[in-house]
C-alpha cells in the first residue's frame, strides 16, 4: 500500500536511488535537509529545509506533519536523536536510522565479523586527540552508539517504533569519497597502487543493497527497537577486491606494499588505499537474511557497475588523486 515517507538527507551518495525505490512502488516522498547540496532527484518532490541539528528548526518544518515511514541517513549524535525522537513521538509509524558498523570498533574484545549481540559491553578509551584518524573514528562510533542509545530509550519509555541498519563500507556507484574510482584510476595510468604491508579482510555492502534492506525494514514484520547489520556474504583480501576491478576495467592489477608508517608519515592514506583504513567493520549478515528476507548481490556481480561509474568520473574530481606523483615517487625510493 503506498505510505508518506520521509527522508532526511536524501541528496548524496544513496539518497537518489532511496528516492526512486519509494517513488517507484507509489510512496509520496519528502525529503528534508540544509539544501546545500546539489542534487538530481525528481523536481515533484516535497522538500522541507532545515538544518536537522537545530532543533527549534527542525521542529519548525515538522510542524503538523506526520509520515507513515521516516529514514533518516543524517543522524550522528545522541542530542540529534533525543530531539527527533520526541518530536517524531506519534507522528511516524516506523523509523530506519541508518547506523554503522563502527558502532563495535568502539567495544573491547569483539571478535570479526560482528554480531549484533557484541554491541553490549565495554568501550575503548578515548584516543588520543593527536591521534587524529584514531581520535575521529572513535568519537564517531561513540556518537552513533549515543544516537542508537536515545533511539532504544525512547522505544522501551514511549514505544517509539525504530529499526537501526548498522552498516559497513558500502560501495555504490555515486560513492561521493571517490574510493572505487581512485583505484580504477590508478590502475588506468599503469603505475603501482599503494598498499600498507598489513591490511584487514573486506567485508563490505553494495549500496543497493542497503536500499533493499531500508524498504524490508519499514515492514511490520520487523521488530520495531530491533538493530540489524547488513553485509555481504563474501569476506576478501584487498587483492582479491582490487583483482576484481581490475578484471572489470581490463587492467593488469600492479601492487607495491610498504610499510603503514611511511604511508602514513608522507600522509598518503587513506587517499592511495581507502579500503586500508583499520577502521572498518566487518558484520555477521544472519539476522537481516532471517528478519528481512534479504539476499545480497555478490561482489562479482556488482563490481563492473562500480567500475563504470568511475570510468566515467574525470580523474581531477577523484579525492586523493592529484597526489599520484608523490606516490609514484615513492615507488621508486621506496
Known amino acids: 500500500m503506498p505510505a508518506t515517507a520521509l527522508i532526511i538527507g536524501g541528496t548524496r551518495n544513496l539518497g537518489p536511488d532511496l528516492v526512486a525505490a519509494l517513488v517507484g512502488r507509489g510512496d509520496t516522498v519528502t525529503v528534508l535537509n540544509r539544501g546545500v547540496t546539489a542534487d538530481t532527484l525528481p523536481p515533484q518532490l516535497e522538500r ?9 528548526a527542525l521542529a519548525a518544518a515538522l510542524h503538523g506533519r506526520s509520515f507513515d515511514l521516516v529514514v533518516d541517513t543524517t543522524l550522528y549524535t545522541g542530542p540529534d536523536a533525543e530531539a527527533v525522537a520526541r518530536l517524531l513521538e506519534g507522528r511516524v509509524d516506523r523509523y530506519v536510522f541508518w547506523s554503522t558498523g563502527q558502532v563495535y570498533l568502539v567495544r573491547v574484545g569483539p571478535q570479526r565479523p560482528f554480531r549484533e549481540e557484541d554491541y553490549d559491553g565495554p568501550l575503548l578509551p578515548e584516543p588520543p586527540a593527536g591521534d587524529e584518524s ?3 573514528n572513535w568519537v564517531y562510533g561513540i556518537n552513533k552508539r549515543a544516537a ?5 530509550a525512547a522505544h522501551a519509555a514511549r514505544r517509539y517504533r525504530f529499526v537501526a541498519l548498522r552498516m559497513p563500507m558500502i560501495n555504490s556507484e555515486r560513492d561521493h569519497y571517490t574510493r572505487i574510482a581512485g583505484y580504477v584510476h590508478r590502475m588506468l595510468d599503469g603505475g603501482p597502487i599503494l598498499l600498507p604491508e598489513d591490511e584487514l579482510p573486506l567485508r563490505h555492502v553494495y549500496g543497493r ?3 533493499a534492506a531500508t524498504l524490508r525494514a519499514a515492514d511490520d514484520a520487523v521488530p ?13 583480501t584487498l587483492e582479491e577486491m582490487l583483482g576484481l576491478l581490475a578484471e572489470a ?3 593488469p592489477l600492479r601492487v607495491r606494499r610498504l610499510p603503514r608508517r611511511m604511508l602514513e608519515q608522507h600522509r598518503l592514506l587513506p ?7 583499520p577502521w572498518m567493520s566487518a558484520l555477521a549478515n544472519e539476522r537481516s537474511k532471517q528478519l528481512l528476507g534479504l539476499r545480497y548481490t555478490a561482489v562479482r556481480e556488482y563490481v563492473p557497475k562500480l567500475v563504470e561509474a568511475a570510468l566515467a568520473l574525470p580523474a581531477e574530481q577523484v579525492i586523493g588523486y592529484a597526489r599520484r606523483p608523490e606516490e609514484l615517487g615513492l ?3 621506496g
Open 209 to 211: 543493497d542497503v536500499v
Open 48 to 56: 522541507l529545509r532545515a538544518d536537522r541539528s537545530d532543533t527549534a
Open 134 to 136: 584514531d581520535h575521529r
Open 331 to 333: 615507488t621508486v625510493c
Open 249 to 251: 576495467c581490463g587492467r
Open 224 to 236: 520495531a527497537g530491533t538493530a540489524v547489520n547488513i553485509s555481504q556474504d563474501e569476506t576478501l
Open 148 to 152: 542508537e542509545d536515545a533511539l532504544r
Open 271 to 277: 587517499g592511495c588505499s581507502p579500503f586500508s583504513d
